[in-house]
């Protein structure tokens, strides 16, 4: 019997793949979940006990939080990476971690097929399709529920079919946890107009009275909240529990598709959210202005690269090496106040701020020029277009 390789949720697309594959397809089933941080020991258990209910031959647990992190969540906190100056990434990144420690699995195990679970109206099927193709392509992939073209209701049907019972309510809103933050789809985000009521975000609001929090970076990276030194998957993990109950981080996030159509998605991601931010004030403290300039122009490109999954073109290690460089001296502490459902950045200390009043202070005065410096200076800085305007201000004109 030919081994499957399964990416597999214990949702309800990669429930449906479990049967198909075994009964339909006679194919050995084994089913295989990449932690990226959204799962506790608990939950992976459950489904670990679900995969086998489903009658999978061997099920797997691949932790890759800590490679997620230092492979990729690390590089978009350098690049201060928000796709539409809104989204963090959160199921972007993700997607291309998996993709590729499944992909690794498949040759460990030896199998004969891939599968996922995608529909074919998404950015997954092209993630899953293109890194598989990439790295394993002698593996044929198999998608049942974009060949198949299923309705959600037609899956549950199937399922009850095979004595699975799986709640039509449970099914309404597709969530997805991970380090980076959690992705909420429903109803309402396949609308233009419609959000997600309060009951959708996994994360309901119980904090209201206002907190501030220390954030410390050194070289780019969150290493103590408040004065507590933490690892940093670690302190993203605890920025995520001390501020999500505010409700801070959630949006809905409108994109373009790879396959060419616009999306919406809801997420929460307070953490990932504040650390951008925070990160970012910092480095206008710290870095100059063309840093600071081609820094914006790299990351836009290797954030919306990384969106359609190309993680594995070589050009994204280029642009990680520049980031890695940027941060030597992205160090110091950011405050933050915490609100419901907002946060400020206050300010920062740093002893790398390029804002030091020893060299002068904006508005008020200068110690390292004089005035007449100044006017020559600003003859000069305008000169070549003082010039093209006395040649060609008459054809202007």
């Not at 992705?183 to 309060?198: C, M, Q």
Request: hydrophobic residues 40%; proline residues 3%; contains cysteine.
């Amino acid at each position: 019997m030919k081994k499957v390789v399964l990416a597999f949720s214990g949702g309800l697309d990669t429930s449906f793949c479990c049967i198909h594959l075994a009964q339909d397809r006679g194919l050995e089933v084994h089913s295989v979940i990449v932690n990226t941080g959204g799962f506790s020991e608990e939950e992976l258990q459950e489904i670990e006990k679900r995969a086998y209910a489903l009658g999978v031959k061997s099920h797997a647990v691949v932790d890759e939080t800590e490679s997620y992190y230092e492979g990729c969540i690390k590089y978009l906190v350098f690049g201060n990476v928000l796709k539409n100056a809104t989204y963090p990434l959160s199921v972007s990144a993700e997607r291309v971690s998996q993709a590729t420690a499944i992909a690794n699995y498949v040759k460990k195990i030896g199998a004969d097929y891939v599968a996922h679970g995608s529909t074919g109206a998404g950015n997954d099927q092209v993630r899953f399709d293109m890194i598989f193709n990439i790295l394993i392509p002698g593996v044929e992939i198999i998608t049942p529920i974009r060949d198949l073209k299923l309705s959600r209701e037609a899956e549950i049907e199937y399922l009850a079919k095979h004595g699975v019972e799986y709640s039509a309510e449970k099914a309404r809103y597709s969530i997805n946890k991970g380090l980076w933050g959690t992705s909420v789809g429903g109803k309402e985000t396949l609308t233009s107009n419609e959000t997600l009521p309060e009951s959708a975000w996994p994360t309901q609001v119980s904090e209201t009275e206002p907190r501030k929090v220390e954030l410390t970076f050194e070289k780019g990276e969150l290493v103590a909240i408040d004065g507590e030194k933490l690892a940093p998957v670690k302190a993203i993990q605890k920025l995520q529990a001390i501020a999500q109950p505010f409700g801070i981080g959630r949006d809905i996030h409108v994109g373009d598709t790879i396959i060419g159509i616009k999306g919406r998605v809801g997420f929460e991601a307070a953490g990932p959210i504040i650390i951008i931010k925070a990160h970012h004030t910092l480095e206008k403290h710290t870095l100059t202005k063309w840093q600071l300039s081609w820094k914006e122009q790299l990351s836009s490109f290797y954030g919306n690269w990384l969106h359609e999954g190309q993680f594995h073109d070589p050009i994204m290690r280029n642009i990680e090496a520049f980031l890695a460089d940027t941060q030597k001296f992205v160090s110091g502490k950011v405050f933050v106040e915490l609100l419901p459902y907002r946060f400020q950045i206050i300010g920062i200390e740093s002893n790398h701020d390029l804002m030091s009043n020893k060299f002068g202070s904006y508005g008020e005065m200068n110690n390292a020029w004089s005035g007449e410096d100044v006017k020559g200076f600003s003859k000069i800085f305008g000169n070549q277009v003082m010039i093209w305007h006395k040649v060609n201000g008459e054809v202007e004109g």
